[in-house]
């Protein structure tokens, strides 16, 4: 094996690039021969895509996934395990393959029609059953949706449907209680503003405007003679500070 590599390295490079294109043509369709030895194509018509995919109902998408890549390199049509069919049967056979992967993964719609029609397409059961599956799912969560909006919303109707009192008789006296409450309260708010004559507010509105600018005067006044109280007594204990320092100074001469 080392003198083979050594002799492989002594070749010209664009021999050595021919030889290890050959290599990996020959890796390439031995894989592909096993591949499709493994998954071989359903010979039977109209096969499900699980039948393709070789796969359990239920498979996970990364098994799904996984097993696409082994049906694309056991069956594409450039593949070399592919040559001894007809080019138009590799062709089918791979546009099968990539149908039936985008059914598995849910990218193909249940209702999305091929070229050819329902009563053609190879698969139309498994669809059948994908949006039955589908509708039922849809069906759950509208009717589990109208029963959550129904209780949040005291008993009646939701979704444009009919309302319809659905409570408890035991607690309609409880609603009628808290609309009395809430009425009173409205009116007791609403009453003094009613009542109460334009000018007699406005005559309020002036009283408290002057009794509020008499309080901010008063506090002034009082805030001022602190003020001037405080800086006499500064002034006053710097007076007696340089007076002490005077008299200290005379006691020492």
Request: with cysteine; net charge positive; aromatic share 6%.
């Amino acid at each position: 094996m080392h003198t083979l590599s050594i002799r492989l390295q002594q070749l010209p490079h664009h021999l050595l690039i021919q030889v290890q294109a050959h290599v990996r043509l020959a890796s390439t369709g031995a894989s592909g021969s096993q591949a499709q030895g493994q998954f071989a194509f359903p010979a039977h018509r109209n096969p499900t895509p699980h039948q393709i995919f070789h796969l359990p109902i239920g498979a996970s998408q990364a098994d799904i996934k996984a097993r696409y890549y082994d049906l694309v390199r056991a069956h594409h049509p450039d593949s070399p395990s592919c040559r001894h069919l007809e080019p138009s049967e590799r062709h089918a056979r791979f546009q099968s393959i990539r149908t039936a992967y985008d059914v598995l993964t849910g990218k193909q719609a249940a209702s999305r029609r091929s070229h050819n029609d329902w009563s053609s397409y190879p698969y139309e059961e498994h669809l059948d059953i994908m949006r039955r599956h589908q509708w039922a799912r849809t069906a759950e969560r509208e009717r589990r949706a109208r029963e959550g909006f129904g209780r949040a919303h005291h008993g009646y109707g939701a979704m444009g449907n009919e309302q319809v009192w659905t409570a408890n008789p035991d607690d309609r006296w409880k609603d009628r209680v808290i609309i009395t409450v809430g009425v009173i309260s409205l009116l007791v708010g609403l009453t003094p503003a009613v009542l109460i004559k334009p000018h007699v507010l406005t005559e309020q509105r002036h009283l408290q405007a002057s009794a509020n600018l008499a309080e901010v005067r008063r506090e002034a006044r009082e805030y001022g003679l602190e003020r001037r109280q405080a800086i006499r007594r500064r002034v006053q204990e710097h007076q007696m500070a340089v007076r002490e320092e005077q008299l200290a100074a005379r006691e020492k001469t």
